[in-house]
């Protein structure tokens, strides 16, 4: 694969979307040492050629880590993973750990809540080690807006992945350079440049026929074909909530009583 790409075939799409949030945001700082946590699927693959390719100009003074956490993926899973890594000449440290067997053992039916809990804090402890200040993960447009979505309908919350926030430890900031990036032109971009991605690994995602992510995003699909700009204006609300018309709310984050 060719990393010039980026920048010609992929200017508009991708590469300027990139560079747009790391200003918008200030993502990276000079002095940065930036972990890029690397689950193998092809939003972070991607965000590792987009870093690489920004280290390149040399207008920030930024190191780059990438680190991968293997939490019990298959062997077969794992050796394509390493052939990505080697093709695309991503240096990429692979670790292993028990979270799975972790998850699994304490509650076998449903796991997944504490397999996310233990491979943040996994994750994020190994990040400090290497001295990193910041992780950088690889959620996209499209998980901005379907995690608002999730949130509202399921959780009864406003909340969203925003592109900076601190780690609970509060020693890292966690970035999300990809949050003006779309889905549709990753997989353009994995598929024309011949990438087989990861998916999670995970026993039991992979059992799921439905999910309530998988929802969502044919609830979009099928709001799109009369607004096709119903994603543009969900994440643009993110951006614009009016705490005038917010129930229970008064201006001096008091709640009327």
């Known amino acids: 694969m060719a990393a010039d790409s980026l920048r010609k075939t992929y200017r508009k799409q ?33 965000l590792c050629k987009l870093f690489q390719e920004l280290a390149k100009d040399k207008t920030k003074n930024f190191e780059l880590k990438f680190i991968s956490m293997n939490p019990g993926f298959d062997a077969v899973d794992v050796d ?21 067997e972790v998850a699994f053992k304490a509650n076998p039916e449903s796991p997944c ?13 190994k990040v400090e080690k290497l001295g990193c200040n910041k992780l950088a993960l690889g959620h996209h447009f499209d998980d901005v807006i379907e995690t608002s979505l999730m949130n509202m309908f399921y959780a009864g919350t406003i909340k969203t992945m925003i592109p900076k926030v601190s780690s609970s430890s509060g020693k890292l900031s ?9 889905e549709s032109e990753i997989i353009n971009y994995t598929k024309r440049n011949g990438i087989k991605p990861m998916s999670c690994g995970c026993p039991v995602e992979g059992k799921k026929t439905v999910s309530k992510r998988a929802e969502l995003k044919k609830l979009l699909e099928t709001l799109e074909t009369t607004n096709p700009n119903i994603k543009q204006n969900i994440f643009n609300s993110m951006r614009n909530i009016n705490l005038d018309y917010v129930m229970g709310y008064t201006r001096g984050n008091k709640k009327d009583k």
């Open 113 to 125: 809540f504490l397999c996310a809990k233990l491979r943040r804090g996994v994750l994020y402890e």
């Open 14 to 46: 991708i590469w300027r979307k990139f560079v747009k949030a790391i200003k918008d945001f200030n993502l990276i700082e000079d002095g940065d040492k930036i972990a890029v946590g690397v689950s193998g699927g092809k939003d972070s693959l991607l």
């Open 80 to 100: 394509q993973f390493e052939k990505n890594l080697e093709e695309l000449e991503i240096p990429c440290e692979i670790f292993d750990a028990n979270v799975w």
């Open 174 to 182: 966690l970035i999300r350079p990809l949050v003006y990036v779309k």
